[in-house]
């Protein structure tokens, strides 16, 4: 099965060419040169490919998108606000070694304790949620300074040191 990576959402339309502009959380600043097919989020775990015709750095975080099929601003509107995929060949492209979003597909540890494996990165302004599923159940898990212990690039692992009482929260 396909692999995917959230990578942002359309934020807006831009002109009057039914471009629009897609927030990304890759880590740098790249206009996605050369590529050619992104995955709207239409239902959970339902993903529509779109082609692109055109891209455009707009600033660090966002992007101005030309994609085949919307030709006006009111076409562009339907897929407002939602979330963006890469195929994870692509991701592994376009994403900063650093940013946080490449920690996806990394696993989690406590400690000496699994927990499993990162499959969303969410970025909010004062800290970022990793989402794992222990145990069938969704879990966060927030990082931060204080919970970080040490991230190994190459073994693709990320070990935390977690506050009593936070998994119990999830798991009961």
């Known amino acids: 099965m396909e692999q995917y990576f959230s990578i942002g959402q359309i934020v807006g339309t831009f002109g009057l060419n039914g471009e629009v502009v897609l927030k990304h959380n890759l880590g740098k600043k790249t206009s996605l040169k050369g590529l050619e097919v992104l995955f709207i989020e239409e239902a959970k775990d339902k993903f529509i490919p779109y082609f692109l015709t055109s891209s455009k750095i707009k600033n660090e975080a966002e992007v101005y998108l030309g994609i085949e099929g919307f ?21 592994k492209k376009f994403a900063a070694r650093s940013a946080p979003v490449s920690l996806i597909g990394f696993t989690m540890f406590n400690g000496d304790e699994e927990l499993g494996v990162i499959d969303e990165v969410i970025e909010q302004p004062l800290q970022i949620l990793c989402r794992l599923e222990i145990k069938g159940k969704e879990v966060l898990i927030p990082l931060h300074q204080e919970t970080i212990r040490s991230i190994h690039q190459k073994k693709k692992e990320v070990v935390v040191e977690l506050p009593d009482g936070l998994l119990e929260v999830y798991l009961g």
């Open 71 to 91: 030709a006006t601003k009111e076409a562009a509107k339907k897929i407002n606000a939602k979330k963006v995929w890469l195929r994870a060949d692509d991701f």
